[in-house]
């Protein structure tokens, strides 16, 4: 018969924490957390409790990385480096520094990184390349004829607006000299026939052109389009650049995290991450950087490569070098944000606990098996849902611009399906594979689903106490779950607030700390006198003696 002990200790859980990615949202999750954490200390009665204490994972991805190395990253007494709280205060003190450029683009450098840019890449067999070589060259030569346009909108002092107001309001004058050859010079004859094949255009859906707001209308709309197409820095965004620089990102996190290692997080810590050169996922842990030196860059290094979004930071390289007696190890990592497949990383976390029981490695709880849930007890919390819909017909004009960043609602299509694909799909699956299994109040999901669009730009620093202020919301919220039959998030009956739902998880993640407590091995305590009665005196060694030559 197995000791009791023993048997106690399989009817244990692994615990895990896991955390979405979505930028300057990662507040609320953050959020989350801190009324968890206060949840610790209250019930426990202790204002030193943390999460690290009580989660034997923590995973990231994104944001969440840097959540996750915030909050199981040593100080220098080997405790959490921050707690909750703090990690807000960080986002609320340090996120303007971070979604900033540190000096603003000029056009002379817009030019000369293209030229760069055009030298460095441009080769005359590569189709890709030509048809970026094309495509700038058209930009160029339509600039011409598309500026009249723009200043017969914008300026209204003796043309402008009342040139196309007084334009003929019958829809056949514009095409009534149809027939005859354009001018040899373009920009006239976009100027004289713009006005008429607006005024058809707004005649056929009903508007009145010389109407004061219509005109208004224009004018705001048309000068709001000259300064962003005039905009180095949007044109250096669009063409030649991530967003920002990413001189912050790197300043903040290297000043909080140090020259701390991987391998000496307080608890486990599992971070996916991209590697670009590879084209494969690479999953950073505390488990495979004690077994493995390539495997224990910095917590910076990590964090710095877990938020590098496409579009908005630049990929992440460094190197790690082991010097073995017998042995060389050189390992290259060129990085981005996992959030282009895992931005909810629960199944990361659960193939990870996987990997380690299929290598037979020390788990804190015995009695797991692959694909088994019953032992698995997952907190898992999103940052935010903005259910932006698109039509068919609305998105076959796209081309790579408009899907990289949607001028009427300030998204980016491709980047926030890509997040929300991911997402739901990995929620459903484990939502599935604990139900499939009867233990579906092990799987804990706190999600906004329908986030303020307001809200939803990852790099929107002015939002912020807003998104706390949806963290705080989301805690009164009834628990949601998502329904395996329809795929939609529901909530869940007799399931009680997300708030009920913390408490309750605190008091199990308590009570898991203190069976672990009692069911460990006691100590071998000895007093002085019994280690000198036990322990033989070490015998003096003997000078060694040199004959002279």
Known sequence: MAPAA??????GELRILCIDGGGIRGLIPAKILEYLEAELQRIEGSSTA???DYFDYIVGTSTGALVTTMLAGPDKDNRPLCTAKEIIDLYLEEGARIFRNEHNATW??????AVLLYIKYYDGDNETLRSLHDMLALGLAIEPLLRPILDALIHANGGGMQQLAAAPHDPDDAGSNSNEAPPA?????IQEHAGAILQAMCRAQ????DSTPFQEGIKEFAEGLRRTLLNPDFVRYALLRPKYDGEGLRKVVRGKLGDRELKETVTNVVVPTFDIKRNQPVVFSTSKARQDRVMNPYLSDICIAATAAPTFFPAH?????N???????????NLIDAGVFANNPTTVAMNEVWRMIDRGEHLPVEGLSAMDCSKLRILSVGTGVVNHSYTADECNWWGVLPWMYNVRNKTQPLVDTLMYATGSLVDYNAALLFKSQGYEDHYLRIQEDHLDPSLGAMDDTSSMEKLIETGENLLDRQVYRTDCETREYRPVKGAGTNKEALTKLAEQLIAERRRREATAPPMLLMSITEI???VEPRPKRLKPTYAMQ
Request: with cysteine; aromatic share 14%.
């Open 108 to 113: 002379a450098q817009v030019v000369l990184e």
């Open 532 to 534: 000198t009665t036990v």
């Open 50 to 52: 943390r999460l690290a």
């Open 206 to 209: 009903g508007l009145v052109l």
């Open 323 to 333: 010097f073995c007696p017998l042995n060389f190890e050189f390992e290259e990592f």
């Open 185 to 189: 010079n373009m920009e006239d004859y």
């Open 6 to 11: 023993a048997a106690t200790k399989q009817d």
């Open 317 to 321: 390289k460094f190197n790690i070098i």
